[in-house]
């Protein structure tokens, strides 16, 4: 009797994960989500419910720790494209620039071309401002929560 509603009960906790994962967006429950799948697997092939139980425990740990895993490596990778960036950027102190956009640290303008790629920058002198064509030299590095910026004076 119990058996016959066992796979309503992994669809439901499969639905009820994804709702809430969907409403968070804080991957607080999407570790359910491919468990209660496959419970709900064994449980249409009428595998006995502690089983079933047992497999939706084991998946949702693995998940976890799958997930962890999988985003550590993300964030490093990720932080290490960034540490070469800025490195990058750096190279460029000392070097001329061609301005592709108007650089108008008022107006949070301001591009230039170096070694044919184009990146973001702002003037040295706040109250400067560097034309469109005009050449550059690139006198520090910029970084903040908006990305990099190649500083920039006459």
């Known amino acids: 009797m119990l058996s016959e509603f066992v796979p309503y009960l992994w669809i439901c ?3 009820a994960a994804a709702v809430v994962e969907v409403l968070t967006l804080s991957k607080v429950a999407v570790w359910f989500v ?3 799948l496959l419970a ?3 449980a249409i092939f009428k595998a006995e419910v502690w089983i079933q139980t047992v497999v939706f425990i084991i998946i949702s740990l693995m998940s976890v720790v799958l997930s962890s895993v999988i985003s ?3 964030k490093k990778i990720a ?3 960034e540490t070469q960036e ?3 950027y750096k190279n460029f102190i000392g070097k001329s620039a061609i301005v592709t956009e108007e650089i108008d640290n008022g107006n949070n303008t301001g591009s230039v071309r ?3 790629k184009i990146l973001s920058a ?3 002198d706040e109250t400067e401002i560097h034309e469109l064509g005009s050449i550059v030299i690139i006198v520090e590095v910029e970084t903040g929560a908006d990305g990099n910026n190649l500083i920039c004076a006459r």
């Open 13 to 15: 906790v499969g639905i």
């Open 34 to 36: 491919p468990a209660a």
């Open 40 to 42: 709900f697997l064994l």
């Open 72 to 74: 550590k490596k993300l």
């Open 79 to 81: 932080k290490l494209k």
């Open 86 to 88: 800025i490195w990058e």
């Open 114 to 116: 170096i070694n044919g």
């Open 122 to 124: 702002r003037a040295e």
